[in-house]
């Protein structure tokens, strides 16, 4: 039996290929090729599992001037190579979570009368969804607050699929006692509150630094606190406590949510996914800069539902943000209802549900 064929396009950040990958474990009958640019994160992720096209595309600047040209003229280079590539390899369809590489992907697949199936994650559809949706032979919604920017009739809720690791067999109930789960390299007491603080892949150095501030308070009302700083933080060294870890990377991520009291994050769909999976509560700050403060909308989501408070890092400081972790540690009721809050948002097989989706699809 000839396996089905089938053209990921996902690039750039953890946020578009995570999911994208996480699908693509639930596809092992098919044969799968992925559909990246050059210097983009998909060339350390993808080659040691998928077949590797890249394509240069880059995203549409505000004004008009060299850099858009220089965008268009690129954007056709790119779809008739795609074009080519979707008929010469004999796939059947494409999938895309979106993103600037989603755009000759679906306009490619089209062309050929293949079936292109895009994933979007965030709350806020993102330029490319919102334009090219319509073309879309399904498009799938990780936020259910995303349907009412797009075309009726084309979308289906499904949550966002995530990393393998989140969906292993401790995470399916809860742990009996704090500590229970397995941090790889990080030993921290059973009965003691623990604070992560994450800021994406990049890091958030504000974030870090109002974390810092705050952390001698933390730490004096017995919480030990994991500070996973990024990479592009100078003063991530600033700060040393016993009970304070600062990292610029940690793959185990699953168990340190689920071990966490409580989270200080980025609200990045991936991550809040992950979140709602590990059941945490959180204090969401949106990065600011984010395309069309999308973030803003994704942390809207939890806290509304009661998972997260929700803050712009505009009107917090250090001291507001000391206060508010000390307010949480201190009030274990609010935190239940937050955890059993950010639980009833979790879509487990989101990675399943989206596999038989394009499975249909392409049948």
């Given amino acids: 039996m000839v396996s089905k064929k089938l053209l990921i396009a996902a690039s750039g950040t953890g946020g578009h290929l995570f999911p994208a990958l996480a699908t693509a474990q639930q596809l092992a009958d098919y044969s799968i090729e992925w559909l990246g640019v050059p210097d983009r994160l998909e060339t350390q992720l993808v080659p040691a599992h998928y077949s590797l096209h890249t394509v240069r595309m880059g995203g549409v600047q505000s004004g008009f001037g ?19 590539l979707l008929k010469q390899g004999n796939f059947q369809g494409v999938f895309t979570t979106g993103g600037y590489i989603a ?9 050929l009368g293949l079936p292109a199936i895009l994933h979007e994650s965030n709350a806020l559809p993102g330029k490319v969804t919102r334009w090219l949706s319509p073309r879309c032979t399904l498009v799938a919604l990780g936020f259910a607050e995303a349907v009412s920017y797009l075309p009726r009739g084309k979308t289906v809720v499904v949550g966002t699929p995530v990393r393998s690791q989140f969906l292993t067999e401790f995470l399916t109930e809860a742990p009996t006692a704090a500590g229970q789960t397995n ?6 007491p059973a009965e003691a509150p623990l604070i992560v603080v994450v800021g994406g892949s990049q890091g958030a150095v504000a974030v870090n630094n109002y974390v810092r501030a705050a952390a001698p308070a933390w730490l004096a009302a017995g919480a030990w606190i994991v500070h996973i700083t990024g990479t592009n933080d100078p003063d ?10 600062h990292r610029p990377f940690y793959d185990q991520m699953a168990a340190l949510f689920q071990r966490a009291t409580l989270a200080i994050s980025r609200a990045g769909a991936g991550t809040l996914t992950e979140l709602a999976i590990t059941a945490t509560p959180s204090i969401l700050i949106p990065y600011p800069f984010a395309a069309e403060d999308h973030q803003t909308y994704n942390a809207a989501a939890f806290k509304n539902a009661g998972a997260a408070q929700m803050y712009q890092q505009a009107d917090l400081s250090a001291e507001k943000l000391q206060a508010l972790g000390l307010e949480l540690l201190r009030s274990p ?12 948002l979790a879509t487990k097989d989101s990675a399943a549900k989206m596999a038989q989706l394009i499975d249909e699809q392409l049948g």
């Fill in 66 to 84: 060299l850099s858009t040209v220089k965008t268009l003229a690129n954007f056709a280079t790119s779809l008739v190579q795609v074009r080519r």
């Fill in 103 to 111: 755009a000759p992907a679906i306009i490619a697949a089209r062309s």
């Fill in 183 to 188: 941090l790889v390299g990080i030993d921290i």
């Fill in 236 to 245: 991530a060294d600033s700060f040393s406590h016993p009970h304070y870890i």
């Fill in 333 to 344: 009721d609010t935190l239940s209802q937050m955890a059993n809050a950010a639980r009833s």
